[in-house]
């Protein structure tokens, strides 16, 4: 929540948001105190006592979505990945894997690499909270893979080289056998004059 605040209207609330999460300033009951049950509400990490207390400027902060959508950012051998600015899951690629595979690498991806992907405590994360996914925002990734398994069986990925072959192993027999990856992450699209950008 601090990290959304960082864009409210309300000069105080930005202000404290940012010396918070810059870590100019050690979060304190007594810092709570001092500026109200509002900042207490959200240092305590109470999302809908927030939404209740808070003034027009903050609540507009707090309601607007930093992503809207799952994308996939690219899907390329790790070498030539280019990168993004926000976590990214890499899910390795096989031939002729399905819809049902995907989401089941997409999960697996997500529980084994939770906390590089999620702050739980914003106080916690070393003013880098901006750069993590919220609990909230990760349910996109749950939206994507019940999409993906409306059609479960069809095929996302196919390969040319199929040393990769189908299978439970995305390296076939060989374990130095390299595999593309799918690089998948959260953006919140917009469109401009004619251009599709991922990120407003």
Known sequence: MLTALRNSANQLTKTIANRILNAETTVTDELARNHGAFLT?????????????????????????????????????????????????????????????????????????????????????????????TEQ?????????????????????????TSVDDGNSPYGDDEETECPYAYISLCKPVFSNGIHFLNA
């Open 41 to 133: 509400a959200v240092l305590k990490g109470d999302y809908d006592k927030a939404m209740r207390l808070a003034d027009s400027d903050n609540k507009d902060a707090l309601t607007e979505k930093r992503f809207t959508e799952v994308t996939i950012l690219d899907i390329c051998f790790p070498d030539y990945f280019s990168g993004y600015h926000m976590p990214t899951i890499a899910v390795p690629l096989y031939h002729n894997m399905t819809n049902a595979d995907l989401a089941a690498g997409i999960k697996s991806e997500i529980n084994s690499t939770w906390e590089m992907l999620v702050c739980e405590d914003e106080s916690e994360c070393d003013g880098n909270s901006e750069y993590h996914f």
């Open 137 to 161: 925002e990760m349910k996109l990734f749950d939206a994507f893979c019940d999409k993906l398994m409306l059609t479960p069986n069809e095929v996302f990925y196919t390969s040319t080289d």
